[in-house]
């Protein structure tokens, strides 16, 4: 009775003509985003992130997530079509989807995607409802040692999971922690990285940071280099519905697909990326045809789609309820909460009811949505890819600087913005993902402060953190994932499945 009644409270938010409106933006925005490569979630959010703080929270939750879960829509369109993933999520879609498209099957591929995604999108979010309070109850339970212990766990998870160099992700946490601590300290007074300058006391500005980092940093990695030429399937798009053979074909994969990315998304740094790659593996494994994928199995469209929206839907839980963002989007969506004045975490349920369950139920809203934008618009996300990028950038790059000095009227945050624009262009030059410094930067200071209290509680002995269970517990967790990954062949075996 009780979900039923928050389910009835989070209606009347969601389906006020507002959030409706705002909901319906998020997800044109998103599946836009998603069809023009060059362009991404983590970018988006980060411009549009100075227009959200006049906005009621819950609105602008809506239409954050809106953004990020109809990138992943977005993406699969041009995937299909043009074997161009608009998201690095639909990558793996593009292997067996451009296949079916190039055979006369497009209809068939995009249908199937549509399906998929709205699919898991929609048993995602009846996850979150269902065990999201439960697992907030149980953390409004931790005291500060744990909560230091939990903060860790996931940095060092973020850096595990990670592609690429192990020693790169840590130094890109180490970064952002460090970022986060610039400005006046609030307990002592003393001035911390300012190096004299006025308008770093109050520390450095996380919008400009992420759009630096996403926003200029994209631009100029993308005019670095050339251009892909896009040549669309030239057959007609035509039964768009599958017939009932193909129906039972895909369901399996479908709810496989949903389980793995309900699953993984859960996991800091793994969520729908790292769930589509794992749900067209086990699809693979599994199939009776192994041979058949890559040339146009509907089992490849059907299980990565429905993986990579079910990991972008469950990977809010752990920013809902235990206050740890589980990827680059969500820290940013967690930063805007922060700004907003609402600490993300199991607080938010109780003291924010109307933001979390209005958030669950816009979802379901936004998946409906979703399917009415991507099928019956399809001729115009194609034709949207004649725009080349070089006419896109200027328009980008002036809403990321008027963005910027909105948010304080202050020109040294669009100094920051240039300068951490150019970071972002070194880092992917040096392969390193800028994601994990914004996970630092957001966690740091709530680190430090749990820390701080920590030591109070146990007038500064570190043997708090092992003398209660769950925080020993967390500990432990974190030392494992070290050991796992410090053993060189297990270090081996992940680097392997990464390349693969």
Same mark, same amino acid.
């Given at each position: ?80 079509? /043009? ?284 998946? &409906? ?46 100094? /920051? ?56 517990? &967390? &500990? ?25």
């Amino acid at each position: 009775m009780d979900l039923l009644s928050n389910l009835t409270l989070g209606a009347s938010q969601a389906l006020g003509f507002d959030n409706l409106l705002y909901c319906f933006v998020g997800c044109l925005l998103g599946t836009l985003i998603g069809v023009l490569p060059g362009l991404g979630p983590a970018a988006t959010i980060a411009m549009l992130l100075p227009i959200t703080f006049t906005l009621d929270p819950t609105s602008a939750l809506i239409m954050l997530a809106g953004i990020y879960y109809g990138a992943q829509y977005g993406g699969s369109t041009t995937a299909i079509l /043009v074997n161009l993933p608009g998201e690095a999520t639909s990558v793996v879609t593009a292997i067996d989807g451009y296949q079916l498209a190039r055979q006369g099957r497009a209809g068939l591929a995009l249908s199937t995607a549509a399906i998929g995604s709205f699919t898991a999108g929609s048993i995602a979010t009846l996850i979150i409802a269902m065990f999201a309070p439960s697992l907030a109850e149980a953390a409004l339970q931790f005291g500060a040692p744990e909560y230091f212990c939990l903060m860790v766990l996931g940095l060092v998870a973020s850096v595990v999971l990670a592609q690429g160099s192990l020693v790169r992700a840590l130094a890109m946490i180490t970064f952002g922690l460090m970022i986060g601590t610039v400005g006046i300290d609030m307990t002592s007074g003393t001035q911390r990285f300012t190096f004299g300058l006025l308008p770093l006391f109050d520390g450095i500005n996380i919008v400009a940071v992420a759009m630096g980092l996403f926003g200029l940093g994209e631009i100029v990695n993308n005019l670095s280099n050339r251009e892909e030429v896009r040549i669309a399937v030239s057959t007609k798009i035509r039964n768009l519905l599958p017939s009932r053979a193909e129906l039972r074909q895909i369901t399996w994969p479908v709810l496989r697909g949903t389980g793995i990315g309900s699953a993984l998304g859960l996991l800091p740094g793994g969520g729908a990326l790292l769930a589509s790659f794992a749900s067209y593996a086990v699809e693979k494994r599994l199939s009776s045809e192994p041979q058949r994928f890559g040339k146009g199995a509907i089992e490849g469209v059907a299980g990565p789609e429905s993986a990579n929206n079910a990991g972008a839907q469950t990977s809010f839980i752990p920013m809902l309820t235990l206050g740890i963002p589980s990827n680059v989007v969500i820290a940013l969506m967690a930063g805007a909460m922060i700004i907003q004045g609402i600490q993300p975490g199991p607080a938010v349920i109780r003291e924010q009811p109307e933001l979390f369950w209005g958030l669950v139920v816009s979802m379901w809203v936004g998946n &409906l949505m979703l399917v009415v934008l991507n099928l019956p618009l399809i001729g115009i996300w194609v034709r949207l890819l004649s725009i080349q990028y070089r006419f896109l950038f200027p328009a980008i790059m002036t809403f990321c600087a008027i963005g910027v000095f909105t948010l304080n009227s202050n020109t040294f945050d669009i100094f /920051v913005m240039v300068v951490f624009g150019l970071l972002g262009y070194i880092f992917r030059r040096l392969d390193c993902e800028p994601a994990p410094l914004i996970l630092g930067m957001v966690l740091g200071p709530m680190m430090e402060e749990y820390l701080r209290r920590s030591m109070l509680l146990s007038r500064g002995s570190p043997m708090i953190f092992v003398e209660r269970p769950l925080s020993a517990t &967390l &500990l432990a967790l974190t030392v494992l994932s070290i050991l796992l990954v410090a053993v060189p062949a297990i270090r081996k075996t992940r680097d392997a499945a990464l390349q693969e």
